[in-house]
Structure formats: C-alpha cells, structure tokens
C-alpha cells in the first residue's frame, strides 16, 4: 500500500519548452502533495506544497510561474516547468500524505528532467 | 534556522560488519526526526522516525536509531549489513506546518557495501 508513482521517469526537452510531470497516489487519496528538486549529491529541497482543490504554497525562492502546481483531484498533482532552461535540469521528486495521516509522506520515484 | 547535517557523504563497509551513519540537526524546539533510503529508480523509503518517547527508535530492515537530545544527534544503525542496503540515506527533520510536517534533509550518505 501508499505507492505513489511519478509520470515520466524521463524527460529531455529543447530550451523555452513547458514540460509536464504528473504524480499520483495509486492507492489512497492524498489531501497534501509536495514537490521536491533534488541536485547532484545533493538533498532534496521543497519547492512547494498543494491541497487539493487550493493554490499550492511554494517556499522562498521558487518561482511560481516557472513552476506550475496543480492538485485537481486526491490523487493527481501536476508539476509543469514553463518555458524550460537548463539550469531547470534536475531531479524532481513527489511526495503524498494520506489523509488522516498528516505526518507521514510517500514519496514518488522521481523525474529526470534534463533541458537541452 | 532549521538545518540537517550528514557528515559523511560516502562510507564503505563489508558485508556483515556494522554500521553507524550520523545526522546531525538545527531545531529549536523537539524534533521530529526521520530516516529514509532511496534506491535507484524507487521512491525514498521511511526506515523510522522520532516523535516523541523512547530516543532509541527500531525501524524497518534492522535499523535502528537513538535521539540525544544533548548531542543534537540522531544517528542510524545497523548490527549486520545486507549487501541490499547499499543506497543513499537521508536524514529528516520534520517542521510543523498545520496538518503536515515541512521535511528538511540532510546531503545524504552514500552507503557502499563490499562483498
């Protein structure tokens, strides 16, 4: 149980392109999802949280134009990275939190995004 | 400012010997404190977690984990290592935001193991 899964694993994409990035929890609904980027040896950082059905909360720094959060449903939020540059290349991953149980997160496998 | 420090970016060790990773944090108030693996291609995995009560915490796989409080310190464990623990390994501590925990990690450590 509390699988979440990511859509794609892998993206390449040329400079000035959106790209679209869906997780989804397959087996319980998630009131709260969270993006994550994680760099090269590096940690993951939160860029921003979504309840479903509300704007997502994105942390200091994240631009939220760049990054598009969607929570349409209790089971799928979007990621869109508009009009893509380089430095947006990075591993972007997602987390979900059942309902009921707020401190516990399952995360995604993770999607590659590499901008050409 | 809330922060988490894994000191070792990479440690090697045989199989069957034991193993010791260090977290360190920056709170200022009682942690919450988690330990996750993540493995190529698979989604971090929650090993165990520090909420409140006995500081030393058993998780999944054999691992285990004290919290001193007086060390900062949250550091995981393992008697005998599995070649299938090789992984990445982050340490977490949890920010209460309303209904959910902001999750801070650490670099991570990279765990090797030697046949």
């Known amino acids: 149980g509390a699988v979440v899964s990511q859509h794609p694993s892998r993206v390449i994409c040329k400079s000035g392109t959106s790209v679209k990035i869906e997780c989804r929890s397959l087996d319980f609904q998630a009131t709260t999802m969270f993006w994550y980027r994680q760099f090269p040896k590096q940690s993951l950082m939160l860029m921003a949280t979504?309840?479903?059905?509300?704007?997502?909360?994105?942390e200091q720094g994240v631009e939220k134009d760049k990054f598009l959060i969607n929570h349409a449903s209790l089971t799928l939020s979007t990621l869109t990275v508009t009009s893509a540059h380089p430095e947006d290349s990075s591993f972007y991953i997602c987390?979900?939190?059942?309902?009921?149980?707020?401190?516990?997160?399952?995360f995604g496998p993770g999607t590659r995004l590499t901008v050409l | 400012a809330q922060s988490v420090t894994q000191p070792d970016i990479h440690i090697t060790v045989s199989e069957g010997a034991s193993l010791e990773l260090r977290c360190n944090y920056s709170y200022g108030a009682t942690p919450y404190l988690f330990w996750y693996v993540q493995s190529p291609g698979q989604g971090l995995q929650l090993l165990l977690k520090?909420?409140?009560?006995?500081?030393l915490v058993q998780g999944i796989k054999g691992f285990e984990a004290e919290f001193k409080r007086s060390q900062s310190s949250f550091n995981l464990r393992k008697p005998s290592v599995h070649w299938s623990d090789a992984a990445e390994y982050f340490c977490?501590?949890?920010?209460?935001?309303?209904?959910?925990?902001?999750?801070?990690f650490g670099a991570g450590t990279r765990l090797a193991v030697h046949p």
């Open positions: 987390s979900a939190s059942p309902r009921g149980a707020g401190d516990e997160q399952f």
């Open positions: 979504s309840n479903e059905g509300s704007k997502a909360t994105y």
């Open positions: 977490a501590v949890g920010v209460p935001r309303g209904g959910y925990n902001k999750l801070i």
């Open positions: 520090y909420f409140s009560g006995d500081t």
